[in-house]
């Protein structure tokens, strides 16, 4: 079983439309990181949110970090082909000593 | 963000033969470093976690005498695939971070081939 769960899995959407993924767990995360990988390259990270109910706002991407930090929300507004990726979170339990990668959602924003 | 360099990006090898992967933190001291590996449209699998100076730890179901991890100082780490074999062919992935719950930055990966 999954620590993480990443939903959708996939999803295909017209530029300019908005977007939400969603990342669960039933675990309580101390640090939880959202990363963008592109196809043949390594994860980049996006952010990290430590707090809960932590909102941050990277231009057009607004993460969430949920208020008991089990889980936590990417929302894409106006969605760009450039967006176009595989997106994944990982979640650090309890302080310790590895970030806990979810299965990801792969995003592709059609022209 | 900080950098984190992989060599060689890709490496074609034959069976049989063994491949090293190099994994640096160029512009901060990285006490932890990972590699991971990734198939086609899956997310990462962790192999290993190693600590500068001290013996990797392993995830279970990888074999550390066919996966030789060393991080003999602060900015590199290697990985080496030995005997390799054709479903040894992956993305191989490392990341690594300034200390505990402290951020991790990837490599850009590097692409084995085995045939």
């Known amino acids: 079983t999954q620590l993480l769960e990443q939903s959708p899995q996939f999803l295909s959407i017209q530029e300019g439309e908005n977007l939400t993924v969603y990342c669960n767990s039933s675990?309580?995360?101390?640090?939880l990181q959202w990363y963008r990988q592109e196809p043949g390259e390594g994860p980049v990270l996006l952010v990290t949110?430590?707090?809960?109910?932590e909102v941050k706002k990277l231009k057009r991407l607004t993460f969430q970090f949920g208020d008991a930090r089990k889980d936590s929300s990417l929302h894409i507004t106006a969605a760009q082909t450039g967006d176009t990726g595989l997106y994944l979170c990982?979640?650090?339990?309890?302080?310790?000593?590895?970030?806990?990668f979810g299965p990801g959602t792969r995003l592709s924003v059609l022209p | 963000g900080a950098v984190v360099s992989q060599h060689p990006s890709r490496v074609i090898c034959k069976s049989g033969t063994s491949v090293k992967i190099e994994c640096r933190s160029l512009?901060?001291?990285?006490?932890?470093m990972f590699w991971y590996r990734q198939f086609p449209k899956q997310s990462l699998m962790l192999m290993a976690t190693?600590?500068?100076?001290?013996?990797?730890?392993?995830e279970q179901g990888v074999e550390k005498d066919k996966f030789l991890i060393n991080h003999a100082s602060l900015t590199l780490s290697t990985l080496t695939v030995t005997s390799a074999h054709p479903e040894d062919s992956s993305f191989y992935i490392c990341?690594?971070?300034?200390?505990?719950?402290?951020?991790?930055?990837f490599g850009p990966g590097t692409r084995l081939t085995v045939t």
């Open positions: 990982a979640g650090l339990v309890d302080y310790g000593q590895n970030f806990v």
């Open positions: 512009d901060f001291q990285a006490t932890t």
């Open positions: 675990s309580v995360f101390s640090s």
């Open positions: 190693s600590n500068e100076g001290s013996k990797a730890t392993y």
């Open positions: 949110v430590v707090t809960g109910g």
């Open positions: 990341s690594a971070r300034a200390g505990r719950g402290r951020e991790q930055y």
